[in-house]
């Protein structure tokens, strides 16, 4: 009934996933070598000096994966000469932290290629039964999709396990609606062995962590997430821009959230705190474990949503859609994550 061989895509997974599982262990001992680690203070919940380029060996398993299975084409190339970018961005930044704009100048440079190079971009887009067609702004448009997805999980990486499950989560979500549509192309190739690699590293991320995946993770992730989701659209795997923001809601939210919070204290966009999503959970005594737990469930939520959505009935989509929201919504009323509480207490009184 599908073009799509089941076999294969668990050969995608699979290998991958090995690859990751037993080369990590020797990307640890690298890390510690060249001195990429991330220390301990006080807005970071971890306590020992953990390594941090664990994305090297998501980038690994994804390049075997595409050794093995992908084919090579111009559109192939710029996502590859992209992700390399951001890899070197992120590893420059695991070692030594580099200033914000400097890692936003490889994320743009990486965009550009992707969308001048590959011709990937998102030229239109559908949502709650209105068509926008993007026109001259499609460039513009992607390279900010683009952008926001590779920051979006770059802020969402504060705990252990949590942006690659979040990722593994995106990709298996994409996974099964491409299996049930009977579709296999250059996307699909990446979105299987993203999952493999993203699972892979997850045996030696989860809480407790053996090592972090860095900037060099969390960026890669990002940039891949946001070229599954071009490719989807030029394949028409995907027929509308509701289904990655659907799977990708969390760390979406949190990276709005984060804007607002900011802004509304007068400080810069980049400065760190904790106060985010997983922070919230932290402030009410949940362990790590749980936290990220917790977190990966409103992920499988929305992404039941998203395939409910496209594949059984629209309309049990939309209302399972609005419920999340709106649970989204009253957390925001409830923490600290826009508004400190504990602070306005204190101004009242």
């Known amino acids: 009934m599908n073009n799509v061989n089941l076999t294969t895509i668990l050969t995608m997974v699979f290998i991958p996933f090995i690859f990751v599982v037993v080369i990590t262990p020797f990307i640890k001992k690298i890390a510690f070598h060249i001195g990429a680690i991330d220390e301990p ?23 075997l994966g595409y050794m093995i299975f992908g084919e090579h084409t111009p559109t192939m190339n710029s996502i590859l000469i992209g992700s390399f970018i951001l890899l070197i961005t992120g590893i420059i930044d695991d070692i030594n932290p580099i200033k ?14 992707v969308v001048f190079y590959g011709k990937l971009l998102l030229s239109d887009a559908s949502m709650f039964g209105i068509y926008v067609n993007f026109g001259k702004f499609a ?13 979006c999980m770059n802020l969402i990486d504060g705990l252990d396990g949590l942006a690659g499950g979040i990722s593994s989560i995106f990709f298996l979500t994409i996974g099964v609606i491409a299996y049930f549509q009977g579709r ?12 493999g690699s993203t699972l892979g590293f997850l045996v030696h991320n989860f809480n407790p962590a053996k090592i972090f995946m860095g900037d060099s993770g969390s960026m890669f992730l990002g940039f891949t997430m946001s070229v599954v989701t071009l490719l989807g659209f030029k394949t028409l795997i995907t027929s509308s821009i ?28 980049g400065t760190p705190d904790k106060s985010h999503f997983h922070h919230q959970f ?15 469930l409103i992920t499988a939520l929305f992404s039941t949503a998203s395939v409910i959505w ?11 859609y609005g419920i999340l929201l709106l649970c989204l919504i009253i957390f925001v009323l409830k923490t600290d994550i826009i508004f400190d509480h504990k602070k306005r207490s204190k101004n009242e009184k």
């Open 139 to 151: 460039y513009i448009i992607t390279i900010i999709f683009i952008l926001g997805c590779i920051n």
């Open 242 to 269: 509701i289904i990655p923001l659907g799977i990708l809601t969390v760390p979406i939210f949190d990276t709005l959230c984060a804007i607002i919070r900011r802004k509304l204290k007068g400080e810069s966009i």
């Open 282 to 296: 932290l402030k009410r005594n949940y362990s790590v474990r749980k936290t990220v737990l917790i977190i990966y």
């Open 100 to 113: 914000p704009q400097y890692k936003l100048i490889g994320q743009l440079v990486a965009a550009l290629i």
């Open 184 to 195: 296999i192309g250059l996307s699909v190739v990446i979105t299987f062995t993203m999952l």
């Open 310 to 320: 496209l594949l059984v009935d629209t309309h049990i989509g939309y209302i399972i």
């Open 41 to 63: 203070n006080e807005r970071k919940v971890h306590t020992v000096p953990m390594p941090r380029l664990g994305g090297l060996g998501i980038y690994g398993g994804f390049l």
